[in-house]
Nanobody
Protein backbone atom coordinates (compact mmCIF):
# COMPACT_ATOMS: atom_id res chain seq x y z
CA UNK A 1 0.00 0.00 0.00
CA UNK A 2 1.35 3.36 -1.04
CA UNK A 3 1.57 5.93 1.73
CA UNK A 4 2.76 9.53 1.62
CA UNK A 5 2.97 11.76 4.69
CA UNK A 6 3.71 15.47 4.42
CA UNK A 7 5.03 17.62 7.25
CA UNK A 8 6.67 20.98 7.88
CA UNK A 9 3.82 23.36 7.20
CA UNK A 10 2.86 26.23 9.46
CA UNK A 11 2.17 29.93 9.68
CA UNK A 12 4.86 32.40 8.67
CA UNK A 13 5.10 36.09 7.91
CA UNK A 14 5.63 37.32 4.35
CA UNK A 15 9.28 36.93 3.43
CA UNK A 16 9.68 33.93 5.70
CA UNK A 17 10.77 30.38 4.94
CA UNK A 18 9.52 26.85 5.45
CA UNK A 19 10.82 23.41 4.53
CA UNK A 20 8.25 20.77 3.69
CA UNK A 21 8.93 17.03 3.76
CA UNK A 22 7.06 14.12 2.23
CA UNK A 23 7.97 10.64 3.41
CA UNK A 24 6.94 7.84 1.07
CA UNK A 25 6.46 4.13 1.65
CA UNK A 26 5.05 1.21 -0.28
CA UNK A 27 6.75 1.95 -3.61
CA UNK A 28 10.25 1.81 -5.03
CA UNK A 29 10.79 5.52 -4.34
CA UNK A 30 14.02 6.01 -6.27
CA UNK A 31 12.46 5.23 -9.65
CA UNK A 32 9.54 7.64 -9.29
CA UNK A 33 9.21 11.24 -10.37
CA UNK A 34 7.91 13.16 -7.35
CA UNK A 35 5.83 16.31 -7.38
CA UNK A 36 4.48 18.94 -5.02
CA UNK A 37 1.07 20.47 -5.62
CA UNK A 38 -0.98 23.03 -3.71
CA UNK A 39 -4.58 24.05 -3.38
CA UNK A 40 -5.70 27.40 -2.03
CA UNK A 41 -9.21 27.91 -0.65
CA UNK A 42 -11.71 28.25 -3.46
CA UNK A 43 -9.16 27.41 -6.14
CA UNK A 44 -8.20 24.36 -8.11
CA UNK A 45 -5.16 22.32 -7.19
CA UNK A 46 -2.05 23.44 -9.06
CA UNK A 47 1.28 21.86 -9.72
CA UNK A 48 4.21 23.56 -7.95
CA UNK A 49 7.35 21.55 -8.72
CA UNK A 50 8.57 18.13 -9.73
CA UNK A 51 11.84 16.25 -9.54
CA UNK A 52 12.70 13.30 -11.75
CA UNK A 53 14.31 10.09 -10.56
CA UNK A 54 17.69 11.41 -11.71
CA UNK A 55 17.26 14.76 -9.97
CA UNK A 56 16.10 17.10 -12.69
CA UNK A 57 13.73 19.72 -11.30
CA UNK A 58 11.08 21.96 -12.83
CA UNK A 59 8.98 24.70 -11.23
CA UNK A 60 5.83 26.58 -11.98
CA UNK A 61 6.59 30.16 -12.92
CA UNK A 62 5.25 31.78 -9.76
CA UNK A 63 7.74 29.94 -7.48
CA UNK A 64 10.88 29.94 -9.65
CA UNK A 65 13.85 31.34 -7.77
CA UNK A 66 12.06 31.03 -4.41
CA UNK A 67 11.31 27.30 -4.03
CA UNK A 68 13.69 24.35 -4.32
CA UNK A 69 12.63 20.73 -4.62
CA UNK A 70 15.03 17.96 -3.65
CA UNK A 71 14.96 14.28 -2.76
CA UNK A 72 16.77 11.82 -0.53
CA UNK A 73 16.37 8.38 -2.05
CA UNK A 74 17.95 6.72 0.96
CA UNK A 75 15.16 8.11 3.14
CA UNK A 76 12.39 7.87 0.53
CA UNK A 77 11.66 11.53 1.15
CA UNK A 78 11.10 14.54 -1.07
CA UNK A 79 11.54 18.10 0.20
CA UNK A 80 10.31 21.54 -0.76
CA UNK A 81 12.38 24.46 0.51
CA UNK A 82 10.28 27.61 0.31
CA UNK A 83 11.85 31.05 0.71
CA UNK A 84 10.58 34.60 0.30
CA UNK A 85 7.07 33.37 0.98
CA UNK A 86 4.15 35.51 -0.13
CA UNK A 87 0.51 35.57 1.03
CA UNK A 88 -0.47 34.03 -2.30
CA UNK A 89 1.58 30.94 -1.38
CA UNK A 90 -1.01 30.14 1.28
CA UNK A 91 -2.43 26.69 0.48
CA UNK A 92 -2.61 23.04 1.40
CA UNK A 93 0.56 21.46 0.00
CA UNK A 94 0.47 17.82 -1.07
CA UNK A 95 2.97 15.48 -2.67
CA UNK A 96 2.39 12.88 -5.35
CA UNK A 97 4.37 9.96 -6.67
CA UNK A 98 4.56 9.37 -10.38
CA UNK A 99 1.21 10.91 -11.16
CA UNK A 100 -0.52 7.91 -9.59
CA UNK A 101 -4.08 8.45 -8.42
CA UNK A 102 -3.41 6.27 -5.37
CA UNK A 103 -0.23 8.10 -4.37
CA UNK A 104 -1.29 11.33 -2.66
CA UNK A 105 -0.65 12.45 0.87
CA UNK A 106 -3.18 14.28 3.07
CA UNK A 107 -1.20 17.49 2.84
CA UNK A 108 0.34 20.08 5.12
CA UNK A 109 -1.08 23.59 5.51
CA UNK A 110 1.04 26.62 4.74
CA UNK A 111 -0.28 30.02 5.78
CA UNK A 112 1.61 33.21 4.94
CA UNK A 113 0.20 36.17 6.80
CA UNK A 114 1.31 39.17 8.78
Amino acid sequence: QVQLVESGGGRVQPGGSLRLSCEVSGIEFNIYQMAWHRQAPGKQREWVAFITSDGRAEYTTSVKGRFTISRDNGKSTVFLEMNSLKPEDTALYTCNAGGRDDAWGPGTQVTVSS
